[in-house]
């Protein structure tokens, strides 16, 4: 009997190989389709993700901050290439690692996801209130090898240990204790490839984390409210101004009106400017500030991005010391911290920005601290402890991408100074912003650039001719007539082509005035560039209010003139372009 059992024992251990050999293969094949379908699903939330992140860059045609956020994806390591198309099929922004291409697939598609060779290729709509703006590909690499053989680990290692039991069973004791010693062994591979996958998914996580909340230019679009309502009472009193104007004869009457209309316009024109030059791009410069008046010039912008309902308090003593910092900096870092402070006060309250000079004490060196300050409900301890960290938000989705305060936190530390925050519950919330002093003088308040030397100017006289290339008829008719007041007697022309033109009839223009931004294949940059080719002793004065266009003149040396301008403006950079020395 015994040698019966003993023979058959071979067949019962065949069998129950087979057994787990089958149930190994069945739970492979399920575990596989399991992962591509939670793979599809994940890189299909990660596509829409970027279609919505890039909705506002294609409604306003904004090919840099598209590219931005087609930039943002490559923090995902699994992410081999990225494009977004507009509406039309043109490519507006992508990128593409080494040795890939973008997927042109399902161009046409609204949705799709496939698998080929290894890649997974995703395309998802961007869809703005129902209305189609183009187009998202992502092209993802699927699961690594490794880490699907950390996935499968343990199965192997089980089927590994259950054909182990069986053999053992059919040898000796002796064969067992040898099997226990492999099973330490075995179970501590498992433990390695559990963590290195564990680590995996963390990473993933982060990244994906880091696209879905990504929004570069959260903060104007969190001011967008408050400016429409200021520039809307602008546009009212400059338009009910004008109406009076046709209804009054009284001189008295006539020159306040208009005084009113001027007033609104250059408000108008000055937070124009902050705007422009809060969003502009330009890589990080630090400069001697004083920071008082550079607080100060600040709150003009700050009343006009919050609700009426908040006051803004500045208490800033008059010797404070200078600091040195990037400007764009710690604007944007007062405008994130104002605008959290309005979305701490829903009900409305006071938002008070304060400033000392702290000196150092041991190795410490001098600090100027600014606090911002208000009354809104504060925030618990938990919170607090956890304000700086990149992605943390208690915003519903939408309302806040938890960047800001790391902006602050980023640029304070990156200045070489320290950062705080005092709150509790229903007393509001307190920053502190300790930046290093510096011994350096800053520049006098709106001290402009020396005019360069040589060569008198010319503006005023009779005999200069101005050659003005400017495609909006109301704003040439302006122009021309603030030219002739000035004296100066002009040609106007609509378009770059329509100016060389001008140029091969009659060369003896003293000044080119453009416009930058004008249909045709030629701008005014491309146009004062053929210039300058042409007609090197030809000065140039260029003119836009797009912050973009004013860098690249600046960038290429042409003098600038911002819209909007008064006549006084315009007098100045006249005389000072004509006494621009000639090459």
């Not at 990037?326 to 409305?348: C, F, H, I, K, T």
Request: proline share 4%; net charge negative.
């Amino acid at each position: 009997m015994a040698r019966l059992r003993y023979g058959r024992f071979p067949v019962v251990a065949l069998v129950s190989l087979l057994v787990l050999l089958v149930a190994g293969v069945a739970i492979a094949v399920l575990n596989e389709q399991a992962l591509k379908v939670q793979t599809a699903r994940e890189a299909g939330a990660q596509a829409d993700l970027l279609a919505s992140a890039v909705s506002g860059a294609l409604a306003f045609d904004d090919a840099a901050a598209a590219q931005d956020y087609v930039d943002a994806v490559q923090v995902n390591p699994s992410v081999l290439a990225a494009a977004v198309y507009d509406e039309n099929g043109r490519l507006v922004a992508s990128f593409v690692r080494d040795g890939e291409t973008i997927f042109h697939g399902a161009a046409s598609s609204e949705r799709a996801t496939l698998f080929d060779d290894g890649r997974l290729l995703v395309a998802r709509p961007v869809e703005e209130a129902g209305q189609s703006l183009g187009v998202v590909h992502l092209k993802l690499l699927e699961t690594p090898r490794a880490q699907r053989f950390g996935r499968y680990a343990g199965l192997l290692l089980v089927l590994g240990l259950a054909a182990l039991v069986v053999v053992v069973l059919a040898v000796a004791q002796g064969a067992l204790r040898r099997a226990n010693h492999q099973l330490a062994d075995r179970a501590a591979e498992l433990v390695r490839a559990n963590s290195l996958l564990q680590q995996q998914m963390i990473e993933r996580e982060k990244a994906e984390e880091a696209l879905r909340q990504s929004q570069k230019m959260e903060a104007i679009g969190r001011l967008t409210g408050g400016i429409a309502h200021d520039f809307n009472n602008l546009l009212m009193v400059a338009s009910s101004g004008i109406e009076l104007l046709d209804r009054t004869s009284d001189p008295k009457r006539r020159e306040s009106l208009s005084a009113g209309i001027r007033q609104a316009v250059e408000r108008g024109a000055a937070l124009t400017r902050q705007l422009l030059a809060f969003s502009r791009r330009s890589p990080l410069k630090a400069e001697v500030l004083d920071a008082r008046a550079h607080i100060e010039g600040l709150r003009f912008l700050l009343e006009r991005s919050l609700r009426e309902d908040i006051e803004v308090v500045l208490d800033l003593p008059s010797d404070l010391w200078p600091v040195e910092a990037d400007r764009g900096e710690l604007e944007l870092a007062l405008l994130n911290l104002a605008v959290n402070a309005r979305d701490a006060m829903p009900q409305g309250g006071r938002l008070i920005i304060s400033a000392s000079n702290a000196a150092g004490e041991g190795e410490a060196g001098d600090m100027v601290c600014l606090r911002i300050a208000d009354t809104g409900g504060g925030m618990p301890e938990a919170v607090a402890l956890r304000v700086f960290e990149p992605f943390f938000t208690t915003k519903e989705v939408g309302r806040g991408t938890g960047l800001g305060l790391s902006q602050v936190y980023g640029f304070v530390k990156s200045s070489g100074g320290e950062i705080s925050v005092e709150s509790r519950e229903g007393q509001g919330t307190t920053f502190t912003l300790c930046l290093p002093r510096t011994d350096k003088t800053p520049p006098p308040p709106g001290e402009a650039p020396a005019a360069p030397a040589g060569g008198a100017a010319r503006a005023g006289e009779v005999n200069a001719r101005l050659l003005l290339v400017e495609d909006d008829d109301a704003v040439a008719i302006g122009v021309g007539h603030m030219l002739d007041d000035l004296g100066y007697s002009h040609v106007r022309v609509a378009s770059a082509a329509e100016a060389l033109e001008a140029l091969d009839q009659d060369p003896g223009f003293d000044l080119i005035f453009s416009d930058m931004v004008m249909p045709g294949e030629m701008d005014g940059l491309g146009l004062a560039q053929e210039v300058r080719r042409r007609m090197p002793s030809t000065p140039v004065l260029l003119t836009t209010g797009f912050s973009e266009a004013a860098s690249a003149a600046t960038g290429e040396a042409f003098r600038l003139l911002p819209k909007p301008y008064g006549i006084e403006s315009l007098s100045e950079a006249l005389a000072a372009t004509l006494s621009d020395p000639k090459p």
